[in-house]
């Protein structure tokens, strides 16, 4: 519910993947209907738009955010908009003093982020930006076990956040923006292993960073576009490394080359222990913690089980992409700050233009964001 007891009323803009994919934003609002109902869908490309206004019943669907913003009844947008486009956007509904879920990244400049806090501060609106994984039980219990010393002093975490890019799968749209300038691996992955790693750890000081392309050209392999081929013109192969203060250090990839994995998601390395999180489909226990001295003389791995947390992590299991909403319309209502702060999203955000800017001078750079 909004601030007067209705649900909020929500447009959409943009009505490709994310907005329909049975993971994304529409097919999972079924689950908090009595928190935000749909009013309007607004997309360039208009058939999408009807067709999803078709598919999930919505009362009005337009070519563009300005008939949007114009012709329909909402307290608030969610930008699922490619990412080049997020930054202008997002501006234009903060003027039109909607709240604002956005997809990740909040924005492309430092400019543009700043931008949207200032306008969101002075109008009182809220911004929630993605991605969700804070909000996940298994990140809480982690940003917990940590600040509570489970694992002694942080040394130091290894943080994987790539995968082999959507040229690699069965992408149903065009997936050739994905890898040009503006967007590319670290702006759509490594920005959640950012995310990730400042949320546990707090915001880091300083960043280094190789960067550069793997091959110029990358051939879609299923799917309606199989056989394209994507010149590809923004780094698609990041590794960085971000000082936390204090000797404590994480290493983050960013890239569209991992196309298998079998280590943990994260690995967390303190002087008392280790704990790995692992990826939901791995097979392996979402959380494990190895403690020196688990009991008295031994140590050993420990796995949560049960419980609260299971229950927490079946109803965000749910939600999907719509967590965003949810979290929205939870801050709104409740006057809270965001889990998932815009402050975050742009200390993520200098990181990741760091990280261009530390490659292509071989320094480690400071970083003067904080959230
Ligand atoms: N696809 C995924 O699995 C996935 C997962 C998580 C997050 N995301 C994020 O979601 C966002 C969108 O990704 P996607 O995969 O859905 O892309 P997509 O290309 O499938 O869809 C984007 C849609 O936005 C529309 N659009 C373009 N410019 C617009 C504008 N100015 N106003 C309104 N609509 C506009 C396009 O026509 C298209 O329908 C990105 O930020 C991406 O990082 C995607």
């Not at 219990?141 to 940590?146: G, V």
């Not at 050739?176 to 967007?183: H, M, N």
Request: net charge negative; with cysteine; glycine share 10%.
């Amino acid at each position: 519910m909004s601030e007067n007891g209705q649900p909020m009323r929500i447009g959409i803009l943009g009505a490709g993947m994310i907005a329909v994919v049975n993971y994304g934003v529409l097919p999972n609002l079924v689950h908090i209907r009595d928190k935000a109902e749909v009013t309007a869908i607004a997309d360039p490309v208009f058939e999408r738009a009807q067709e999803a206004q078709r598919q999930f019943n919505i009362p009005k669907a337009f070519a563009s955010l300005e008939e949007m913003l114009e012709g329909a009844e909402m307290d608030a947008v969610v930008n699922l908009t490619p990412i080049p486009f997020h930054g202008p956007t997002s501006k234009k509904i903060l003027q039109a003093g909607k709240h604002l879920a956005t997809e990740k990244p909040l924005a492309t400049t430092m400019e543009e982020a700043n931008e949207l806090i200032e306008i969101a501060d002075s109008k009182g609106l809220t911004i929630v930006c993605s991605p969700p994984d804070m909000l996940y039980p298994h990140y809480q219990e982690t940003q917990r076990l940590i600040a509570e010393g489970a694992i002694g002093k942080v040394a130091f975490a290894k943080v994987r956040s790539s995968h082999g890019g959507p040229a690699s799968g069965a992408w149903p749209n065009d997936p050739t923006w994905f890898y040009q300038k503006g967007s590319g691996p670290l702006l759509d992955m490594g920005v959640y292993g950012i995310h990730e790693i400042t949320g546990l750890l707090g915001p880091a000081k300083r960043v280094v960073a190789f960067s550069g392309i793997t091959e110029p050209v990358r051939t879609v392999r299923g799917g309606p576009f199989k056989g394209k081929q994507i010149e590809v013109t923004a780094n698609d192969n990041n590794l960085l490394m971000l000082d936390f203060g204090g000797s404590t250090f994480a290493v983050v990839d960013g890239t569209f080359n991992v196309n298998a994995a079998k280590s943990p998601k994260l690995e967390i390395f303190g002087r008392e222990g280790t704990i790995n999180i692992n990826d939901p489909f791995s097979g392996a226990p979402i959380v494990e913690i190895y403690r020196v001295d688990a009991v008295p003389g031994i140590s050993g791995w420990i796995t949560p089980v049960g419980g609260a947390f299971a229950r927490q992590q079946e109803r965000v299991g749910n939600l999907r992409r719509a967590i965003l909403v949810d979290h929205l319309v939870d801050c709104v209502r409740e006057g809270k700050r965001p889990v998932l702060s815009a402050e975050h999203a742009r200390h993520a955000l200098e990181i990741m233009l760091k990280v261009e800017e530390s490659a292509a001078s071989g320094c480690a750079l400071d970083l003067t964001t904080t959230f």
